[in-house]
């Protein structure tokens, strides 16, 4: 089992910059790819980005291309998400999660509290 806990969001304006992290518990950490999804109000979830286990493989969604990165520090048991360039359309609340490269979509059931992002226009 792994326990996530995403902090790092927060209130900012259009073209702002926030970092997210996500700490995980459990030694199995580095034996899974991790993602980001995100959940506006009103809408169902959706995949932001994912890496794989060591960082060779990186995938994002096409609307965050080029303003979002993805990292991973398996010292840590964390992995992070830069945003840059925010936009209104980016707020939401953002979970991360083991995560099937493959079909961009979670691997277990179960999601951290989340963090709010909020973006002003």
């Known amino acids: 089992q792994v326990q996530l806990v995403e902090s790092g969001g927060g209130l900012v304006q259009t073209g702002g910059s926030l970092r997210l992290s996500c700490a995980a518990s459990?030694?199995?950490?580095?034996?899974?790819?991790m993602g980001w999804f995100r959940q506006a109000p009103g809408k169902e979830r959706e995949f932001v980005a994912a890496?794989?286990?060591?960082?060779?493989?990186?995938v994002y969604t096409d609307s965050v291309k080029g303003r979002f990165t993805i990292s991973r520090d398996n010292t840590k048991n964390t992995v992070y998400l830069q945003m840059n360039s925010l936009k209104p359309e980016d707020t939401a609340v953002y979970y991360c999660?083991?995560?099937?490269?493959?079909?961009?979509?979670?691997?277990?059931?179960?999601w951290g509290q989340g963090t709010q992002v909020t973006v002003s226009s």
């Open positions: 459990g030694r199995t950490f580095s034996g899974y790819a």
């Open positions: 999660a083991p995560t099937s490269i493959a079909t961009m979509s979670p691997l277990l059931g179960s």
């Open positions: 890496i794989s286990q060591r960082g060779g493989r990186i």
